[in-house]
């Protein structure tokens, strides 16, 4: 599994994964890595 975020006002990319997880868990490991990049 893995995840991918683009800001487009800033031209951020995050991406990452974890190969024994959910997709529910990799969700939310991006949602909570996307607020602290913003913070």
């Not at 995840?3 to 909570?32: C, F, P, Q």
């Amino acid at each position: 599994m893995g995840r991918h975020l683009t800001l487009s006002a800033d031209r951020k990319g995050i991406s990452g994964g974890d190969a024994n997880t959910t997709n529910n868990r990799m969700e939310l490991s991006a949602v909570i890595e996307a607020l602290q990049t913003i913070r």
